[in-house]
Every structure is written in structure tokens, then in C-alpha cells.
């Protein structure tokens, strides 16, 4: 058993490890996990608990007699404030209401009385998965890692859900290797003394949005800047993106007021119309002690740039390797300008606005009001009125829709309005797609639909935490790269608490076709300039998109040359040759494309590592 993970660089913001009961059979495989580099934490009888890699400043752990406790990743928690926890601790069932005290993004690990219990995040930053190696429930903070150990290859039938466009819930949620578990993340798993059983307990439920805005705007404003100190109050330099939308600078003025320098960083867009770097300079004005770095927009990476140079331990396909060098690219050079952490304005548009499918159920409850929404829906959105009509009139539940779903793969992509109005964007599947991929997929959907329920009963609310969850299954990979490049990444949006907060208010006050990121807004005022909070759309950047099809139609060629889908019988690769000697087919410029090379690029990292292992 070699992990990969063991010939892997690591860096500050890319903890991961494996967890073990204490007993000589965990014992000896946590042998295995251990190579030079590593890191143990022991239980009291000198058997491995924790193994794995991360900085100093990325975990705190804590013992009080035989139970302990782990905080990985970023949390202000002190390691007394941990003893003091663990030393009331009767119950594992205890820890849930410990993770929703803390700030921050982290896996909390507890062990007591023999048996372990570990969880990630709710928004899906942090995931946890598990496996039986060698008799013994291994515990891991990443599904390759558990893979690797057993020597598995992933399984083609989750490669061909990974195909789907996109791949709807809970599809995307498990692992590519069957043998190796997905926990949820609202739930835990805890393991047995004797480390051969698990069971998945629910820690977190997303609050039912009731809370007025008025009532609203203290608790979300706290949390956000709760959220940005957990990474800056140790001072020194932080960089920030600026983009001049609301999210990021929002994150750029919370963080001037913390005791660190603040760096911050400007794309502009190569498109004339973008207004970023206007938005970004009216900021900047009122930040006289942040240095503000403007980049050469010419210079600045396109959509597919590098897609064949991508040589990062991924535990999953993510469409994040499109933008890959444009997010990173920079990163480089703020840590050279001192940053030790840079803070994004990501997440902001998953949590500060909200679906307009809140407005299927406010429809029937509150018709008067919704009915002046809707109609300033369809004027925004350009919602024809019969599509309107048909989309508010659809009740079926979620596993219907899905079951539903499976059997219209290869018709055209569904409206604005279905998808605005309904539980999600149905799933498709484009030409290139094999007919046994077809088949492979619509299995998984038909499977799921029998079992599945949805996030929430509110299909708002549950398109709401399944955009957090696939935007967080991104940002995590993104996460993992930085870290790579010496500088890593975070993300305030998307702590829960701050996730918890914008969650809380009514669906009403949080999105409207008359006012943009209402509660944001609200929240920011005496905070960011009130100039500041007056934009109210963003950047596309289509022309990034566009010129990047173009300009690399010769990597993207060059990628389904003896394409690693193509060998499983996946797609049919000279279809997408094809395509890639003609970037301007219609259809394109809509990602469609995105998921299809996420799984090559990412099959074909896998086969170059295993080649390499010795």
C-alpha cells in the first residue's frame, strides 16, 4: 500500500490525514499511512490516532484523560479552550453542538472510550470519507487517499455520472471508488472501539429561513467578519481579491480592519464593457492602507489555459482545472509580496443571493407578493410567461423529477425558467457521450430516484445548499492547488456560520428582481462606502471563455488524443477532435464541454502518478 499522498509536495493549507481506533490491527495499518514527512498524534497508548500532513497552524489538538480532540484547518480554537471541551465530554453526540460554536472551516476529530467520530464542514469544504482496509474502518479527510492504500482504479460507472451536465444530487456526492464511503456533510461517522463497524450520524441541519432582514443584518455582518478574522487577526500580510463586485470587496474592507497589511488584487477583463477595474479603483479609494495591485488584463490567463501541464494530487474531477491558471495565477507573486493567506469574495453569490425556487411555495403562501416578484422575475430574466406558468405548476417531488430526468438525457437543454423555478438544472448529455456512458448514467439516476430526498422539502432552500455544496467541491480542489503554489486560499462565504446566517433570512428579503444582494448590502452599510455598494451586476468574462476555446484548440486536441474516456469506452473521441478544430460550434461557449475534460484531465493525472510510483 503506497498512498500517492506520500510522494506529494505539500504546503500551508493543504492538511489531510487519516484517522484510527486504538487497537493493534488499526495500528498496523496506520503503518502503512506513515511515510517520511508525516505527522502522528497518538492515543494514550501509543497507537496511532491521526496521521497525516499540516502545518502548525492548521491543527489544534487537546487531551483530557482518554478522550481527545482535534481541530483541523482554520478555527481561532485554543488548545485550552479544546481541554477544557474535552474534559466535559460524556457523549460523541456532544461534538455536533461543539462544531456549530466554532468559526472557521475544519474537520473536528474526537476519540473517546475507544471509538472515533469524524466530520468536515456543511458546506462540503471539508468532506470526510471511509474504508475497510485489512479488517479495520479507516477514516480519511480524502478518498483517494483511502483508493491509493487499497490499490483501487476508479469505477467507470462513476465516471460516467461525473459526464452528466451537470450531475444533480446526491450523484456527485459519492466517491469514485464504491469501496470507499462518502460521509454527507451534515453528518459524522463514528467508528466502533473495535474499528470493524461505522454508522453516519446527522450533526447539522440548514435554520429555516424566518428571519426578517432588519432582524437579519447584526448576525450576518458578525459572522462575515467573524469569518475573515479567523484568518487575519495573527496580522502580518494577507492578500485579498478585488474584483469591485460586492462580494469581494466586502471581504477586502472586513480585512482592513484586522491587524494584518492587506494586498489587494485586481483582474481586470479583457472585455471592453467589463467595469471590474472601475468598480475595484472606487474601492480602492477608500482603503489608504491597502496596496492595491492592478494586473496586466493581456497577461492574465484564459478559460483551458495549461489543461495539459495540470499535475495536482485531485481526489475527484472538478470543472475548477478550466479556470485553474487564471485563480492561481497570481498567487506567486502576492506571496513574494508577503501574503501568507489570500481571501476570496467566492461564495458570495451562492449565499447572498438566493433561488428564485423559493417563489414555487411562496406562490401558494403568500400569493399576492409573489405574483409583483414573478413578474419582475420574468422582466429580468426574460421568462416567457407560458414557461413561467408550467414551472410553478410543476409539483412533482424530487425523486420523480430525477426519476424523470434519466429518461431525457439527450434532449435539449431545459429553459431559464424550468431551472430558475425548479429543484435543479436537469442533468444531459451531449453527442460525444457513448451510448454505454448514456446507459451507465441513467442507471445511477434511476437508482437514486428510488431512495433519494432532497436537501430540504422547499426546493429554494434545497437548490440553495446544493449550489454550496457543488461550488464548495470546486473551491476545494482550488484550495488544494494554491496551497501548492505557496500561498493558500480561503474563502469566508463559505464558513457555516456565515453560510447559516444569509441561510436564516426569509426568502423573500433575500432575493428580489428589484434590488441586487439585498441582505449583503444591508449587512455591509458602514462598513464598505456606501459608493461602494451601489453596483449591481458583475463580470461574465465570456470573452475569457470564447478566446480560450480558440486559443488552445491545439491542447484540447491534443487531449483526446488516445483519450483515457475514449479507452473506457466513455466518449467518442474523434467527435471530440472534432469539436476541438471548431470552437465556434454552437453550444460551447455554455460549458457543456466543462465536465467531459474535468474527468479526462483528471483520469489522466492518475495514470501519469501511478506510473510514477516506484
Not at 179 to 208: K, S, Y
Not at 251 to 276: E, I, N
Not at 414 to 424: C, E, I, K, N
Request: with cysteine; proline share 7%.
Amino acid at each position: 500500500m503506497t498512498p500517492l499522498h506520500t510522494r506529494a509536495r505539500t504546503g500551508p493549507g493543504d492538511a489531510h490525514f487519516a484517522v484510527f481506533t486504538d487497537s493493534e490491527d488499526a495500528a498496523a495499518v496506520a503503518r502503512s499511512f506513515s511515510r517520511p514527512g508525516c505527522r502522528t498524534v497518538h492515543h494514550p497508548s501509543g497507537r496511532p490516532w491521526l496521521v497525516g500532513h499540516w502545518h502548525d497552524d492548521e491543527a489544534v489538538t487537546a487531551r483530557a484523560g482518554d478522550t481527545a480532540l482535534a481541530v483541523i484547518g482554520c478555527c481561532p480554537a485554543e488548545a485550552d479552550e479544546l481541554r477544557r471541551r474535552a474534559a466535559r465530554l460524556r457523549d460523541l453526540g456532544e461534538i455536533g453542538a461543539l462544531a456549530r460554536s466554532l468559526p472557521g472551516s475544519f474537520h473536528l476529530v474526537a476519540a473517546l472510550d475507544g471509538r472515533i467520530r469524524v466530520q468536515g464542514s456543511a458546506s462540503g469544504l471539508r468532506l470526510v470519507f471511509h474504508t475497510e482496509i485489512s479488517g479495520v474502518r479507516v477514516v480519511a479527510s480524502r478518498a483517494d487517499l483511502l483508493a491509493d492504500a487499497l490499490c483501487l482504479d476508479p469505477d467507470p460507472a462513476e465516471l460516467a455520472v461525473r459526464l452528466l451536465w451537470p450531475a444533480p444530487y446526491p450523484l456527485y456526492e459519492t466517491s469514485l471508488w464504491p469501496a470507499v464511503t462518502a460521509v454527507p456533510p451534515q453528518d459524522a461517522v463514528i467508528v466502533a472501539a473495535d474499528g470493524r463497524t461505522a454508522r453516519h450520524t446527522r450533526w447539522w441541519t440548514p435554520p429555516e429561513p424566518v428571519v426578517p432582514l432588519a432582524e437579519a443584518v447584526d448576525p450576518v455582518r458578525a459572522a462575515l467578519q467573524e469569518a475573515v478574522d479567523a484568518r487575519t487577526r495573527q496580522g502580518g500580510t494577507v492578500s485579498c481579491d478585488l474584483s469591485g463586485g460586492l462580494d469581494s470587496t466586502s471581504v477586502c474592507f472586513l480585512a482592513d480592519r484586522s491587524p494584518a497589511h492587506v494586498v489587494a488584487s485586481t483582474w481586470p477583463g479583457r472585455d471592453p464593457a467589463d467595469t471590474d477595474l472601475y468598480w475595484a479603483e472606487q474601492a480602492a479609494r477608500y482603503l489608504p492602507d491597502v496596496e492595491h495591485v492592478v494586473w496586466d488584463a493581456d497577461a492574465s490567463p484564459l478559460v483551458y489555459d495549461d489543461l495539459l501541464g495540470i499535475d495536482h494530487v485531485l481526489d475527484e474531477p472538478t470543472i475548477g482545472v478550466m479556470d485553474r491558471s487564471r485563480a492561481l495565477h497570481h498567487l506567486p507573486e502576492l506571496a513574494a509580496r508577503g501574503s501568507r493567506v489570500h481571501l476570496t469574495g467566492i461564495g458570495g453569490d451562492h449565499v447572498a443571493w438566493c433561488a428564485e425556487s423559493y417563489y414555487h411555495r411562496l406562490l401558494r403562501t403568500s400569493p399576492l407578493h409573489a405574483l409583483r416578484q414573478l413578474r419582475g422575475f420574468r422582466a429580468l430574466w426574460q421568462w416567457p410567461l407560458g414557461g413561467t406558468v408550467r414551472a410553478l405548476a410543476d409539483t412533482r417531488p424530487y425523486g420523480k423529477w430525477l426519476a424523470d430526468a434519466a429518461g431525457r438525457l439527450r434532449t435539449p437543454s431545459p429553459s431559464s425558467v424550468a431551472t430558475g423555478l425548479g429543484w435543479s438544472m436537469a442533468p444531459r448529455l451531449f453527442d460525444w457521450v457513448t451510448a454505454d456512458a448514456e446507459q451507465l448514467a441513467r442507471r445511477a439516476l434511476l437508482e437514486a430516484a428510488a431512495t433519494a430526498t432532497p436537501l430540504h422539502p422547499d426546493r429554494g432552500l434545497h437548490a440553495d445548499l446544493e449550489q454550496i455544496r457543488v461550488t464548495t467541491r470546486v473551491i476545494r480542489q482550488w484550495d488544494h492547488m494554491a496551497a501548492h503554489t505557496g500561498l493558500p486560499m480561503a474563502s469566508p462565504f463559505l464558513d457555516d456560520r456565515v453560510i447559516e446566517a444569509f441561510l436564516a433570512v426569509r426568502p423573500a428579503e433575500r432575493v428580489t428582481p428589484f434590488r441586487y444582494k439585498p441582505v449583503l448590502t444591508a449587512a455591509m452599510s458602514g462598513v464598505v462606502p456606501e459608493p461602494c455598494l451601489r453596483r449591481t451586476n458583475k463580470a461574465t468574462g465570456s470573452m475569457d471563455d470564447t478566446n480560450g476555446l480558440r486559443d488552445n484548440r491545439a491542447d484540447l486536441v491534443a487531449l483526446w488524443e488516445d483519450s483515457l474516456l475514449e479507452r473506457l469506452g466513455l466518449v467518442d473521441g474523434a467527435e471530440l477532435r472534432r469539436l476541438a478544430l471548431r470552437p465556434a460550434s454552437p453550444g460551447l461557449s455554455d460549458a457543456i464541454l466543462y465536465s467531459t475534460i474535468a474527468a479526462e484531465v483528471w483520469l489522466r493525472w492518475r495514470s501519469r502518478s501511478r506510473t510514477r510510483i516506484p
